[in-house]
């Protein structure tokens, strides 16, 4: 890595400052682990494996995990060690290593302005698991029915001051904890929230599995109905394995690169990967046996996390307790993301800009946090601005959901597509392999993957949600 001292954007004439490093390996797999779950686990894949039938959903997505996130999150975390910077820097760094352009850094200021656009609406979205958390604490859901607690959803959306004030606290948090840097912040924060975590997921599955209806929901989850079987079934399921996780936004590549040497990557990845898919199936064991019984519609969308799983544990003895740990859930899961979301602009200033990392963090999250005031006012006082209101297929979409699309169905697909053809064609695959710690045989195979494989899974993901 001669060719690695060329400038980086640092001031030439400033001291390089010692980069830091994750304490171990445990600390690198908790903090990616924390990165992966968020609330993409805990909510996103029970209603999308509810309105997607079940089973045969579950065994698609397993399907993608394998022949694509897998082969991804390996190249992520073999550009990050090896290119030793923030997310555009390393790929450059390791372009240029393998005798190709710098200009491939661009994919990671791609991933670095879509991180900065999913935290601003992420954080609102963080707010609401804050405002449920102290609300349910307070007044809790007993006696509720449905349209109480609609009301309670929609007087919490109506509220600009009240979303603004739970997304300030969310954004706060964020910052203080990225201030802090990687051992003292991120991970730190990660051994504390993911236990955390685990351990209320294991609770409240056990509760429901005991409360609810265990039969049903563990045919529903993991007996494949084959008659639901579609092509819509298994794009979705391949583009929620892709995307819950964050593969393709580079975040991983910036985590890397605090990963030494004694860090064996491929093992890191097949445990993170294991690691959130276990967490999802028991979000799925926490939620669906109070579902079935309390006759639900478990194919009832993102209205599961804010307004049936309410109604569901206000039903159930002690239901008030599941309910405030179950949005306190959330909110870990979603701060978990957060925090590696603000990583990302965070390293690029600290790096290039030579700036402390307090001061990195605290501006990136002001950049945000004030971006993010324009999808607190979308639900509101701008809900009936529609920007794109005469394109088909975005008539009815407002500020927020153009957001979220943007980068959820173009950005982050597009970034994910480039890193795969990158470093499936353009970088040095032996020095990869090394890296990575692969066989001849593995090697082959994860280079096909990432050649042919999970290029055109990306490709075909992103083109069916446009027709």
Known sequence: MANMTKSN???????????????????????????AVGLGSIWKFPYEVGSNGGGIFILFYLIGLALIVWPLMLLEFAIGRRGQSDAADAISNVAEESGASRRWGWIGLLGIVTSALILSFYCVIG??????????????????????????FDGLMASPVRMGLYHTVFFAITAFIVSRGVKAGIEKAAEILM??????????????????DAGAALRFLFAPDFSKLSARTVIEALGL?????????????????????????RQA????????????????????PIVFAEKLDPSGGPGLMFISIPLAFSHVPFGAFAAMAFFLLLCIAALNSAISLLEMPTAWLHTRK??????AAWF??????AAGWISVLS????????????VPGFAGATIFDLLDQLTSNMLLPLGGFLLAVFAGWFVDWKAFARELGLGDAASRIVRILVRYVTPLAIALVTIWQFV
């Open 9 to 35: 954007g640092r001031n030439a004439n400033a001291q390089p400052e010692q980069r830091e490093h994750w304490s171990g390996r445990a600390g690198f797999i908790l903090a990616a682990m924390g990165s």
């Open 127 to 152: 707010g609401w698991t804050i405002a449920y958390v102290v609300e349910t604490a307070i007044g809790g859901f007993a006696s509720q029915d449905a349209a109480s607690l609609r009301a309670r």
């Open 195 to 212: 236990p955390v975590l685990v351990l209320l997921l294991i609770l409240l599955a056990g509760y429901s599995l005991w409360r609810g």
């Open 241 to 265: 394995g892709m995307f819950s996780i964050g593969v393709g936004l580079a975040v991983m590549v910036t985590y890397a690169a605090y990963a030494d040497k004694t860090i064996n990557l």
């Open 269 to 288: 990845a097949t445990a993170t990967i294991v690691a959130d898919t276990a967490i999802s199936f028991l979000a799925g064991l926490a939620i669906f």
């Open 354 to 359: 030579s700036w402390s990392r307090g001061q």
């Open 364 to 369: 990136s999250a002001f950049i945000c946090w």
């Open 379 to 390: 639900f509101n006082l701008f809900s009936d601005v529609r920007l794109l209101a005469h």
